[in-house]
């Protein structure tokens, strides 16, 4: 019982991870398809005000994946990294990357070296978000086992191909409906027409990838296929494939507002369709919930820190983000600090 | 001799790369971690003068030292991530078989980390647009969410000291988890209070002897002033309370961990009238060399008499406790740590006797010297203290329940070599980049504060050369305060 609260939570867990990070990362892809330094200064611009303040937040998601999944989990947990050792490292030297990239870049004045840490944020922005979704491809495909040893076929095979794709592309709406609404409270209003349909490309994208993705995982994860085509795992797909067409339909009748929040619920849902097709095994179709379940206690103390830091944590939260898109959140400014300029500064 | 061999040659040949590969990036990780920690703390406390006070000086540091923040703090999120990630790739057998009985401290953690990440983005993003005093009291719990993930990690690290809170089944895994027990196990409270106060204090030298250096070379101004007095006060009102922990934290290892004792102290045979010895090297038959031998010392210490028993190394099987060569450097790590700390302790004396006498700074450059070094040997001894605890600890990564050897995962070595090579480059980059980036800011706000003295010198108010700088004038691009940083006087140069 406890254990399937658990499983629920990481779900969750992993769906907002997939929502905040998704933006996140989602805006790295934009960032990265922006065009040279002087086409691409306004959008970059742009990402670089709007993912600043709530970039760390965004990321600490992941902690507590891992943290739910070593506590709650913790045979699931060695079993996961032991198959799948090399997308998991190239995802923690992508996070590397990306997030010093992304650090250094704001403090830098020079073109040629922001162009440095721009590119390792943007490229990093690209490969994490597709190895973390080979991640999950390689799970859903049931090829890690307990005791399966690292190897090549656990997350270079048609489902983690098609999951990995499937992840950047989600990424990238997600990324270009925020963008729209920030580049409309930044008052850049040129811009609110560019994301806007980078969004509608990135849906586009996402449709014909989750349309090749069917057939083409329908025998290789049979387990997962079955359950995201009939009962509830079926409902939440429809209902996250109408959600994407809602956000879509919204950013035509410019209510970003809304749109940002069908986005999220799409790939929420996504997420959520994955949980309900997977049920009741953690590892398909090897290892099951309860069989995976850390000692009862454990549980049960990680279900109150959860229920606490929910209560600590969730106006704390609300506060950051409406704080956010109030527009309440600037950067410190050199005159601020009152910095002054040094030669061969670019801006 | 012939025992190191065998137990070497049953090590699997990727457990090398891996605990090269968690040694280093913890190394770095907790370079950052004083100021994860603790610099919130200090910039909330130079932010309350500037709003108690209405100190343009006190205010302008506080914004200063937040831009700082807002990298380190970023760098640091990104290296913590890795070492969660890094308990996958290099551990898996650790967290496979004990993650549900100590997991749930890395789950305070991050939870606390969480709210740690939100506030501090109110914090640094909040300094344009929000009230000043509501700014300042969002960030009040910043350094009680700080204190609450160092609790949580320093509840896993202690539990893999001092294990408890289960029983064994028949095959040798854990059951009957009691979580409370696991968390608050005895080595808990020493490391806990012993680390935090390590990190107020790191955190308060670094950033002081950022302005002693600066005093240093002349620019003997309010702002430089204020900038080292408010975290070296902070720095050395803590230093003989972590004496006096550090103290109490040797002691619970003496007797919750008698072989991690002995290596930090090389006591080769158990026996009371132990000596102590300062530095010195253990060889492979017990003998020691080099050093300076302090009779009945180490008895005394360890148990205020000098017939305390200690153990020593050899009461356990040589597989069973740090190598030689190990205990040398938990032994090398835990003297520094103890040396750099009896010295901070002058330190602190003369900053005391100082501010009872003149109830001021000196004009002493000895003083100034030695403060602008205090911080980085306080890094040098937050490194001793993780090598002393972590090497002192060899071959368990759980205390003896589980060796290292059984933790670590089974892919190639070649694989585990290849990414500590990638790491390697990329901390080494990133690590450069953000002191560049640091020092490229240090270098903006001094020429900004030099031009601003200049102009002051020939404006109509020409200001007192130590005198309070102007408010920064919103809107006003570049150097924007007065102050007399740019002209020595007297006879500092």
Same mark, same amino acid.
């Given at each position: 019982?406890?254990?399937?609260?658990?499983?629920?939570?990481?779900?969750?867990?992993?769906?907002?991870?997939?929502?905040?990070?998704?933006?996140?990362?989602?805006?790295?892809?934009?960032?990265?398809?922006?065009?040279?330094?002087?086409?691409?200064?306004?959008?970059?611009?742009?990402?670089?005000?709007?993912?600043?303040?709530?970039w760390e937040v965004n990321n600490v998601w992941l902690i507590f994946v891992l943290i739910i999944m070593w506590t709650g989990f913790p045979v699931m947990f060695q079993a996961v990294f032991e198959a799948l050792w090399l997308p998991l490292a190239l995802a923690a030297v992508g996070q590397v990357l990306r997030g010093a990239g992304f650090a250094l870049r704001k403090p830098t004045r020079r073109i040629a070296q922001r162009r440095v840490y721009g590119a390792v944020f943007a490229i990093s922005s690209l490969l994490t978000p597709f190895f973390l979704g080979s991640v999950l491809g390689g799970v859903a495909s049931g090829r890690v086992a307990v005791g399966t040893e690292a190897s090549a076929d656990a997350w270079a095979n048609p489902t983690s191909l098609m999951a990995g794709l499937l992840a950047v592309a989600a990424t990238a709406f997600l990324g270009a409906v925020f963008l729209c609404s920030d580049a409309r409270r930044f008052g850049a209003d040129d811009l609110v027409g560019y994301?806007?349909?980078?969004?509608?490309?990135?849906?586009?994208?996402?449709?014909?990838?989750?349309?090749?993705?069917?057939?083409?995982?329908?025998?290789?994860?049979?387990?997962?296929?079955?359950?995201?085509?009939?009962?509830?795992?079926?409902?939440?797909?429809?209902?996250?494939?109408?959600?994407?067409?809602?956000? /879509?339909?919204?950013?035509?009748?410019?209510?970003?507002?809304?749109?940002?929040?069908?986005?999220?619920?799409? /790939?929420?849902?996504?997420?959520?369709?994955?949980?309900?097709?997977?049920?009741?095994?953690?590892?398909?179709?090897?290892?099951?919930?309860?069989?995976?379940a850390g000692a009862a206690h454990s549980l049960r103390w990680l279900g109150i820190v959860t229920l606490i830091a929910v209560v600590l944590v969730g106006p704390a939260l609300v506060l950051v983000y409406r704080l956010d898109t109030m527009g309440r959140l600037e950067p410190l400014t050199d005159t601020d600090t009152s910095a002054a300029g040094l030669p061969g500064d670019d801006q | 001799m012939l025992s190191i061999a065998v137990h070497l040659a049953n090590t699997p040949?990727?457990?090398?790369?891996?605990r090269e590969q968690m040694a280093f990036t913890l190394a770095m990780h907790i370079l950052l971690v004083p100021f994860g920690v603790a610099l919130p703390f200090i910039t909330v406390l130079m932010h309350y003068r500037a709003l108690r006070r209405d100190d343009p000086v006190a205010l302008l540091l506080a914004r200063r030292w937040s831009a700082v923040m807002a990298v380190q703090f970023a760098i640091g999120i990104i290296t913590g991530t890795v070492l969660s990630l890094e308990f996958g790739l290099l551990w898996p057998g650790m967290m496979g078989r004990w993650g549900d009985v100590f997991g749930l401290g890395f789950g305070v953690e991050a939870w606390a980390f969480f709210l740690e990440a939100i506030l501090i983005a109110v914090y640094l993003y909040g300094w344009r647009r929000l009230k000043p005093w509501?700014?300042?009291?969002?960030?009040?719990?910043?350094?009680?969410?700080?204190?609450?993930?160092?609790?949580?990690?320093?509840?896993?690290?202690?539990?893999?000291n001092t294990p408890q809170g289960f029983t064994l089944d028949a095959q040798g895994n854990p059951e009957n988890v009691d979580v409370r027990q696991a968390i608050f196990t005895p080595m808990f409270g020493p490391q806990y209070w012993h680390f935090i106060v390590a990190m107020f204090m790191t955190a308060g030298y670094v950033v002081a002897g950022v302005y002693a250096v600066g005093w240093l070379r002349g620019r003997h101004d309010r702002y430089h002033k204020l900038g080292f007095t408010v975290p070296f006060t902070v720095a050395a009102i803590l230093t003989p309370v972590q004496f006096f922990l550090g103290d109490n934290a040797a002691?619970?290892?003496?007797?919750?961990?008698?072989?991690?004792?002995?290596?930090?102290?090389?006591?080769?045979?158990?026996?009371?009238?132990?000596?102590?010895?300062?530095f010195g090297r253990l060889h492979g038959n017990g003998?020691?060399?080099?050093?300076?031998?302090?009779?009945?010392?180490?008895?005394?210490?360890?148990?205020?008499?000098?017939?305390?028993?200690?153990?020593?190394?050899?009461?356990?099987?040589?597989?069973?406790?740090?190598?030689?060569?190990?205990?040398?450097?938990?032994?090398?790590?835990?003297?520094?740590?103890?040396?750099?700390?009896?010295?901070?302790?002058?330190?602190?004396?003369?900053?005391?006797?100082?501010?009872?006498?003149?109830?001021?700074?000196?004009?002493?450059?000895?003083?100034?010297?030695?403060?602008?070094?205090?911080?980085?040997?306080?890094?040098?001894?937050?490194?001793?203290g993780w090598i002393t605890t972590e090497v002192g600890r060899q071959p368990w990564i759980v205390y003896n329940n589980m060796r290292v050897s059984e933790a670590v995962t089974t892919t190639h070595a070649g694989g585990i070599w290849t990414m500590l090579g990638i790491v390697v480059v990329l901390y080494v980059t990133v690590f450069s980049a953000f002191l560049a980036v640091v020092l490229k800011m240090r270098t903006r706000w001094r020429i900004a504060d030099e031009g601003a003295a200049a102009r002051g010198a020939h404006?109509?108010?020409?200001?007192?050369?130590?005198?309070?700088?102007?408010?920064?004038?919103?809107?006003?691009?570049?150097a924007a305060t007065g102050g007399g940083s740019g002209t020595p006087s007297g006879g500092a140069r």
């Amino acid at each position: 019982m406890m254990a399937d609260v658990i499983a629920w939570l990481l779900v969750i867990v992993i769906a907002a991870y997939a929502c905040a990070g998704g933006t996140d990362y989602g805006a790295g892809f934009w960032d990265l398809t922006a065009g040279g330094a002087e086409r691409g200064k306004r959008p970059r611009w742009l990402i670089d005000h709007a993912m600043a303040p709530v970039w760390e937040v965004n990321n600490v998601w992941l902690i507590f994946v891992l943290i739910i999944m070593w506590t709650g989990f913790p045979v699931m947990f060695q079993a996961v990294f032991e198959a799948l050792w090399l997308p998991l490292a190239l995802a923690a030297v992508g996070q590397v990357l990306r997030g010093a990239g992304f650090a250094l870049r704001k403090p830098t004045r020079r073109i040629a070296q922001r162009r440095v840490y721009g590119a390792v944020f943007a490229i990093s922005s690209l490969l994490t978000p597709f190895f973390l979704g080979s991640v999950l491809g390689g799970v859903a495909s049931g090829r890690v086992a307990v005791g399966t040893e690292a190897s090549a076929d656990a997350w270079a095979n048609p489902t983690s191909l098609m999951a990995g794709l499937l992840a950047v592309a989600a990424t990238a709406f997600l990324g270009a409906v925020f963008l729209c609404s920030d580049a409309r409270r930044f008052g850049a209003d040129d811009l609110v027409g560019y994301f806007r349909l980078r969004a509608w490309t990135a849906f586009a994208a996402l449709v014909v990838l989750a349309l090749v993705a069917l057939p083409v995982t329908r025998d290789d994860a049979r387990y997962v296929w079955d359950g995201l085509t009939s009962g509830l795992g079926l409902l939440m797909a429809l209902l996250a494939g109408v959600c994407g067409l809602a956000a /879509v339909l919204l950013l035509a009748r410019r209510m970003y507002g809304w749109s940002r929040c069908s986005a999220v619920a799409t /790939v929420a849902l996504a997420v959520l369709a994955w949980g309900f097709a997977q049920r009741p095994y953690l590892l398909p179709t090897t290892l099951t919930v309860s069989e995976a379940a850390g000692a009862a206690h454990s549980l049960r103390w990680l279900g109150i820190v959860t229920l606490i830091a929910v209560v600590l944590v969730g106006p704390a939260l609300v506060l950051v983000y409406r704080l956010d898109t109030m527009g309440r959140l600037e950067p410190l400014t050199d005159t601020d600090t009152s910095a002054a300029g040094l030669p061969g500064d670019d801006q | 001799m012939l025992s190191i061999a065998v137990h070497l040659a049953n090590t699997p040949p990727q457990l090398l790369p891996a605990r090269e590969q968690m040694a280093f990036t913890l190394a770095m990780h907790i370079l950052l971690v004083p100021f994860g920690v603790a610099l919130p703390f200090i910039t909330v406390l130079m932010h309350y003068r500037a709003l108690r006070r209405d100190d343009p000086v006190a205010l302008l540091l506080a914004r200063r030292w937040s831009a700082v923040m807002a990298v380190q703090f970023a760098i640091g999120i990104i290296t913590g991530t890795v070492l969660s990630l890094e308990f996958g790739l290099l551990w898996p057998g650790m967290m496979g078989r004990w993650g549900d009985v100590f997991g749930l401290g890395f789950g305070v953690e991050a939870w606390a980390f969480f709210l740690e990440a939100i506030l501090i983005a109110v914090y640094l993003y909040g300094w344009r647009r929000l009230k000043p005093w509501t700014h300042w009291w969002l960030a009040v719990p910043l350094p009680f969410t700080a204190a609450m993930g160092a609790f949580g990690i320093i509840a896993a690290n202690s539990w893999m000291n001092t294990p408890q809170g289960f029983t064994l089944d028949a095959q040798g895994n854990p059951e009957n988890v009691d979580v409370r027990q696991a968390i608050f196990t005895p080595m808990f409270g020493p490391q806990y209070w012993h680390f935090i106060v390590a990190m107020f204090m790191t955190a308060g030298y670094v950033v002081a002897g950022v302005y002693a250096v600066g005093w240093l070379r002349g620019r003997h101004d309010r702002y430089h002033k204020l900038g080292f007095t408010v975290p070296f006060t902070v720095a050395a009102i803590l230093t003989p309370v972590q004496f006096f922990l550090g103290d109490n934290a040797a002691r619970a290892v003496f007797h919750k961990q008698p072989v991690k004792f002995a290596a930090m102290e090389i006591v080769w045979k158990t026996d009371r009238h132990v000596p102590e010895y300062i530095f010195g090297r253990l060889h492979g038959n017990g003998t020691i060399s080099g050093g300076i031998k302090i009779p009945q010392l180490d008895s005394i210490l360890a148990g205020f008499k000098p017939s305390t028993q200690v153990t020593g190394l050899t009461a356990v099987p040589a597989s069973d406790r740090p190598t030689p060569t190990e205990a040398t450097i938990v032994h090398w790590a835990f003297d520094i740590m103890a040396t750099i700390g009896s010295v901070l302790i002058l330190l602190a004396l003369w900053y005391a006797w100082i501010w009872w006498r003149h109830r001021d700074l000196p004009l002493n450059r000895w003083f100034f010297s030695c403060a602008a070094l205090a911080g980085a040997a306080c890094l040098i001894t937050v490194e001793c203290g993780w090598i002393t605890t972590e090497v002192g600890r060899q071959p368990w990564i759980v205390y003896n329940n589980m060796r290292v050897s059984e933790a670590v995962t089974t892919t190639h070595a070649g694989g585990i070599w290849t990414m500590l090579g990638i790491v390697v480059v990329l901390y080494v980059t990133v690590f450069s980049a953000f002191l560049a980036v640091v020092l490229k800011m240090r270098t903006r706000w001094r020429i900004a504060d030099e031009g601003a003295a200049a102009r002051g010198a020939h404006g109509p108010e020409t200001d007192i050369p130590y005198g309070p700088r102007r408010e920064p004038v919103p809107g006003e691009a570049g150097a924007a305060t007065g102050g007399g940083s740019g002209t020595p006087s007297g006879g500092a140069r």
